[in-house]
């Protein structure tokens, strides 16, 4: 069974960052690798409260993990997905030691059957376009998923009429699910996605 992937937001996670200009106008949902050369990629903590996590949140709307997140990415496909280490500076201005990577998946697929899930409320966007928002059940998101669709993949996104509504998640296989959990990774929460 799948897993939604999600920060947990935990409270003693809680960083407040400030992202550069740079790093917001990074375009990191479309499935293609992104050149960052020359780019100025920092994160500046606005206060010193909190601790850095290994899915941390709170950084201006892009993926990011730490070193030991993009390990258990790398074991399981090498090679497959992007890591871009971004500078972390304190409130000071002072370069902190912190590794922090923004997450740049490129595993974009459509793996959702939407005619056979359920919670599946159908939304037209304003351009138009239809698609769908998804309600979670009794803790689940009851979908039905198209299994050849990710049967070689541990890591992934949601494209299709179910992007939308899984913007802000990662998808992980039960092998990576059960890794990161061997691993002890913190402030990371997983979300079942299937019909049982």
């Given amino acids: 069974m799948p897993y ?12 407040d960052w400030h992202a550069s200009e740079d790093v917001t106008k990074l375009l990191l949902n479309a499935g293609k690798p992104v050149d960052v ?15 850095l996590s290994s899915f941390p949140y ?8 730490s070193a030991e997140f993009r390990d258990v990415v790398e074991e399981l496909e090498p090679n497959t997905h992007q890591f871009i280490p971004v500078d972390v500076f304190s409130k000071d201005g002072s370069r902190s030691d912190e590794v922090i990577f923004l997450v740049n998946l490129l595993s974009f697929i459509d793996f959702v059957d939407t005619d056979e899930s359920k919670g599946l409320t159908p939304l037209k966007s304003l351009s138009g376009r239809d698609y769908f928002d998804v309600d979670m059940i009794e803790g689940r998101f009851v979908l039905s998923i198209i299994t ?22 990662f998808f992980c296989s039960d092998q990576a699910h059960d890794l990161i959990l061997s691993r002890s990774l913190t402030n990371i929460n ?5 019909l049982t």
């Fill in 190 to 194: 997983f979300t079942p996605v299937g």
């Fill in 4 to 15: 939604a992937l999600s920060s947990a937001m935990e409270p003693e996670y809680r960083i």
């Fill in 148 to 169: 050849e669709a990710i049967s070689d993949l541990h890591f992934w996104r949601s494209s299709g009429l179910t992007f939308g509504a899984f913007r802000s998640y």
């Fill in 58 to 65: 709170g950084l201006g709307g892009k993926f990011t993990c």
């Fill in 37 to 51: 050369s020359g780019l100025d990629l920092r994160f500046i903590k606005r206060s010193n409260r909190g601790k």
